[in-house]
């Protein structure tokens, strides 16, 4: 509206449009400028295996957990997950409480501060550490907590890891779970691992009377698969998924180095080497699928599914790795695939594609 003459004015109506262009949200702002994070998630387990990271991988894709990280980054031992917001990162640890067993701490660094407005601005971490122990490995408990746990043997199987350990004592099928809080009272390490795991042939087996669950106690003699000259008799709890002719991976504590305090202890109170038979069976194993399988492969085949991953990016000190490390690694991921194949409750924890 404008004065054209005196008392004379103009007036003109017209619709004027508005463009706004790359508008973000303060956080989207920070995270598109790098501004670095909030809150960082630590997770670690010391463990000489990234088998607990592949299966936890798994279960976070399947519950979409680490929607709301800005930024994953693989270290030594472990993954960092960051945050621009703190209730993210609670809410991350939470879920890690919900699956595995671990330890939290706590820490905050100062930022910056405004003594006028009184406000602060702070980064936190949590450190969470899992506890070192996966399924399949066999463990020598303290004697205390061993007490304390059902009067359970100190020499027990891994039967499961979840919010807490599962355990089973392979000679008397007495099953326990221990919680992290009092694993981190009584803290102990396993006396072999999965990469310990020898192959037996199984030559005949005789079921016992005791049954608990998935598991039944059986009286086996076995040879080593590739030495079926030697033959052992043993105690297992698998009596109830081994035949005759069957395949199975164990321990033979006769080759395995065994440098254990609790293990010791275990031993001088039981009355020397007779405490513990020479093999202790873990799980099936299926060697004729094994070979389809690599048949397959060399013919461009291969599994029928796969699995997802997440994009996780290596710090500088991760990135010139060895070709020991990588092949280590790839062993890793080929070990936990057949795992997947194997056991069908671990198959039900995770999500498989086509």
């Not at 996966?134 to 009067?151: E, I, M, Q, T």
Request: aromatic share 8%; glycine share 4%; net charge positive.
């Amino acid at each position: 509206m404008a004065q054209v003459f005196a008392s004379t004015i103009l007036q003109q109506t017209f619709v004027v449009e508005f463009v706004v262009t790359n508008q973000q949200c303060d956080e989207c702002s920070r995270v598109a400028a790098q501004q670095t994070w909030k809150a960082v998630v630590q997770v670690r387990q010391k463990v000489s295996h990234k088998r607990t990271f592949l299966w936890l991988e798994q279960v976070i894709l399947k519950h979409n957990a680490h929607q709301n990280t800005t930024n994953i980054k693989e270290a030594k031992d472990g993954i960092d997950f960051y945050y621009v917001t703190r209730a993210h990162a609670v809410r991350m640890v939470e879920f890690l409480r919900e699956v595995v067993p671990v330890r939290v701490k706590t820490s905050e660094q100062l930022i910056s501060s405004d003594i006028h407005s009184g406000t602060s601005n702070y980064r936190f971490s949590y450190s969470v550490e899992i506890v070192p122990i996966c399924k399949d490995d066999l463990l020598c408990l303290p004697v205390k907590l061993a007490r304390s746990s059902s009067n359970i043997s100190p020499l027990v199987l891994c039967s499961r890891v979840s919010s807490a350990v599962g355990l089973v004592d392979y000679n008397s099928l007495k099953s326990v779970e221990i919680r992290s809080n009092t694993y981190w009272e009584h803290p102990f390490t396993p006396l072999c691992e999965a990469k310990d795991l020898t192959e037996f042939y199984v030559i005949d087996i005789q079921l016992e009377r005791e049954a608990a669950g998935r598991y039944a106690l059986a009286t086996a003699e076995v040879a080593p698969s590739k030495d079926l000259s030697t033959t052992m008799t043993v105690r297992t709890h698998l009596g109830r998924v081994l035949r005759p002719g069957d395949h199975c991976l164990g321990y033979d504590l006769r080759r395995a180095n065994l440098n254990d305090v609790h293990f010791d202890a275990f031993v001088r109170r039981a009355g020397g080497d007779a405490a513990f038979q020479d093999v202790v069976l873990v799980r099936k194993s299926y060697p004729n699928a094994r070979k389809k399988r690599t048949r397959r492969a060399g013919a461009g085949g291969g599994r029928a599914w796969r699995l997802k991953t997440i994009t996780v990016e290596e710090e500088v000190e991760a990135l010139g790795k060895s070709k020991a490390e990588k092949a280590r690694a790839e062993a890793d991921y080929e070990m936990f695939l057949r795992d997947i194949e194997e056991d069908p409750e671990l198959r039900g924890m995770i999500n498989l594609y086509k």
